[in-house]
Every structure is written in C-alpha cells, then in structure tokens.
C-alpha cells in the first residue's frame, strides 16, 4: 500500500489549495497521519500531525495551514491559506503509528508565483 497526494498546482501568492491524501487501498487505517514538505535547499519540513486524541502542527505554519482527517473517507487533507512564494515545495503526506511514519506517498508540488 502506498498513500496518494493530489490538489497540488500553481497559485498566485496570497491564494489557496486544498491538498487530499489517500491510501492505494482503502481498508488501511492508521494511528497517524501527517503532512511534510520538502524543497531542494531547506530539505524535509514537518508541517502536522492528526492522530486519534488530537492534532499539532508547526509554529511556522500554524494559523495559515489546517490539517484534518475524514474517517469515513480515510483522506487527510491539508488547507494552505494566504501562500507565499516561500510556501514552494514538494507536499508529502506519511502515515504509521504513534511513533513511526511507515508509509510515505510520492507528493503533489505546490508553486507560489509572487
């Protein structure tokens, strides 16, 4: 099984995108899932994490981004609000356990043009 991002695309900054995550086969379900983005020069950044007793997410992107989870759908999904060009990169969804992240998808990329 492998997790599948889409909603990625190019935007103007100020503008917004809704990023969906799926697994490849719809009976997997797991403790946790979260969302990443990686850019060549700053490298993997954690953006939030969903899990059954609650949620967190980075200081860098909290109040802008919003992350939930639709149970019923199994899809996560990350709300980018107000993007700026600094925003650019390759968004990564991962799920796994408490402690793991087992299962990575591939990304969707994300550009802010200024």
């Known amino acids: 099984v492998h997790l599948v991002e889409s909603g990625g695309g190019l935007v103007q900054a100020g503008g917004s995108l809704r990023l969906s995550c799926r697994p490849s086969?719809?009976?997997?379900?797991?403790?946790?899932w979260g969302w990443f983005r990686q850019d060549p020069v700053k490298g993997r950044d954690f953006l939030g994490a969903?899990?059954?007793?609650?949620?967190g997410s980075s200081d860098s992107v909290k109040g802008r981004f919003n992350i939930s989870l639709n149970r019923t759908e199994n899809a996560l999904y990350l709300e980018l609000n107000d993007l700026q060009s600094e925003d650019t990169a390759l968004y990564t969804c991962?799920?796994?356990?408490?402690?793991?992240?087992?299962?990575w998808g591939l990304g969707t990329q994300v550009t802010v043009s200024s």
């Open positions: 969903i899990w059954q007793s609650g949620f």
């Open positions: 086969e719809s009976r997997f379900l797991w403790a946790r």
């Open positions: 991962a799920a796994g356990t408490s402690s793991t992240w087992d299962y």
